[in-house]
């Protein structure tokens, strides 16, 4: 529901102009975002003992005047600090500073727990796969079998690129599901796309410029740039990638999302796939194709992987998370031959391949067909949780586009002439975990159904309603 | 044994002069080293089918006189390419190309498994724990408890921080075990100590270059340039790292194993914990402190963590890889306060943590002793094994200096006159898996004693002295 009457703080009270100054002041020439800023100094001052347990700090909307910042910087920095319990509030109490996180560090029998804390009252996460997708007795099966098969080798040392039985078993799984090609020795095994992009960034940033869509993904922009990448954005359209502003580009290499795509959530076209190869063997340029949800289509067979077209000119990443569990955190490479040597090299360095007994797991999932009935399972329930979330959302914002094919664990509204800082801030006041991108003058707001049974649909879409029109009136 | 008579190629046959001419060149004027070329260059031969499956390659030797390198060049390209499965060669046999891996890439129902391998018949790895550190059984309970306790949010999300229980287990135990000062929210859990790095690359670029130890750990050197940063070698003597120096290089960052020099073996002294502090002061810098076997003392109580003295300038690391077992992939980062919120973005955008299901088995390793009770009985294993594997190598190479205190699962000998490079390439011809590292004029040859039960102390030794003898000759 949106709010109404007089504007009230986050803390439940009436505005207060009397809070206390705390004397602090953000520099706006700084690269780092102003929210990153603030977090930093509160916690410095939580540090040092500046401001002790128990401390009220000021409102929001206090806060944001005395720093002259919009509001919603001061409702990130509090927020990321309460869910690190630095900070802590009760249900309409003022923020205060958490009991155990001031002074200087102490010993560890003093030590307090991590809060437990979930402040969200509604979680429409892109990345929240509905309950039981990850079957407990299921993996205990399959843990005990790997625990008594695994070698004693294997156990005693890491392999960086992964299982030799995972991989080969991927590989079978891929050409099945995906239609990708490859051999067991061109799959190295990930945490994750994340990771992946990781690994691979050393080798990205040697070819130059990264192009990435835009509107795109920000994590992995941000694990690109983190790795010292330089990227450049190329415009996105319900076709895909723009391949043309790519070619004129000065990036060799490009990292698209073609099954699904993120968030706009619409498949690369036939051709513009096939002008996206033509660029690529043209300019020798390499394609990372990020497939994180390409098992995920309910209406028909989804679009084969990018890498069946040429599997020299891309580099595969897929991922267990969206259809198995993102606490796993296994998923793969495939990698062009060419690229191989670089790789493994790359893998070594990286030190971060998900644990021996989880791989053998999955392995064993993937051959004994555990893995598919799982994913069938998967797709039943999440038909149902888009169909209902989409019927929802048509109903309760009919004016808004929904965008997107019928696949993966989002749906997309375009909410025109919002800005997704706000959008964000908004929903976050207002206890919902959502994410929003800006897209030219839209917000598009992606919203996770992961978490949503269609018995809760009409509720969920129509407190997305509620946030829309809290972020267009502030 | 050291090897006599007349000289033997690889294959076991005498030398041929008469081998194939593969028209390789390589490029002495590229940054690449020689080894990864030749790796490059030959598979990409067999993958474009040049070098069809069952083609037997040259000798090491008659390819070394082709491409004037030197052997120990063209053992490592072939070693490694052995070891991915490209290459294949039966015992006395030649060197050929694997059947499977030849010409484009084919769909799966061909794919070929990866081969099941093990080239060593000695393996003196730095990083092999003895047969049954981990302890499959316990294993087993502990995950079958961690299934049943974990929260199904847990295994629907990723914390890329790590799971809770895990991070508070983690700060009671180190405050034991290292004296390590720190609460759960200063510790992120990673997949070990060069995940950790490479997570923390992007915060010890931005402070410009980082210092390392000279000798030290060549991996680690690997993962931070990978990340782009510059690095400083300081020199490293008996008492650790040469504070004056480092004072005098322009790097504000360094990177330390404190407890357990790797490679010379000894813990830093008394007196340069304080120099190192004071600079640290003095300068602004940070310190990473890589402890990565400080429970693995034989002789006394461990030093205490540097961390201990001054939590606010040090990054502590810790691994799990040398007392559970490697294939686990758990460390964690003690990260000091003002650090933290750069810390967790970056753990976010790495991606990597590991799978919460062995998180939350070791949390409960830990917090019910059974972390200890396997600690002690590693401590007494690896205290004979240590013993056993001194006293053969003080027999059978008397004029060698063995350096380094009683901890850990390595010992160094120094081989003055020696090149590392050639010890390794001597070592894997009598399939020895063993690494050496230079320091001036010397090799130091790291012995690592976790899979050589103290009856086969002996036969190691004499097979470590005849490598060294065969280097000296090389």
Redesign the interface.
Known sequence: MPQQGPVRDDSGGPVRRADVDLGLALDRSSTRALP?QL??AL??MV?CGELPAGTRLPSTRSLAAQLAVSRGVVVEAYDRLQR???LTTRQGAAVRVAE??DG??????E????P?H?PYTLRL?P???P?A??D?RA??GL??RA??EVS???????SHLGL?EL??AV??Q???SRG???????VVV??????A??LL??LL?GRGPVAVEEPGFL?HR??LA???CELRPVPVDRDGIDVDALARSDARTVLLTPAHQMPLGYPLAADRRRELLRWARDTDALIVEDDYDGELRYDRQSVRALQALD??RVIYLGTT?KVL??????GWIVAP??Q???I???A???????????QAALALALSTGAFDRSVARLRRRCTAQRQAMNAALAAALPHLRREGVEAGLTLTLRAPGLQASQVMACAELQRVELFAVQSGDDALVIVGF??VHESRATDAAERVAAILQAAAQS
Chains 1, 2 share one sequence.
């Open positions: 990153d977090e930093h916690r410095e540090a690190q319990g630095v155990g996180v200087p560090p102490r010993g560890a029998s030590a307090p727990a991590l437990a979930d996460h990345a929240l796969v309950p997708t990850f407990r993996w205990r843990l005990r625990l008594e004693d080798d294997a156990l005693r040392s890491t030799p991989r080969t590989v079978a891929l050409a099945r990708v090609i490859a051999q067991p020795e061109r990930t945490s994750g796309v994340t990771h992009l990781q960034a050393p940033r994590l941000a694990t983190g790795a010292a599997p020299e998370s569990s993102p606490a796993l955190r296994i031959s060419s191989l040597a670089g493994h090299l790359l070594t360095i990286a030190g971060a391949t998900p644990g021996t007994l989880d992961g978490d």
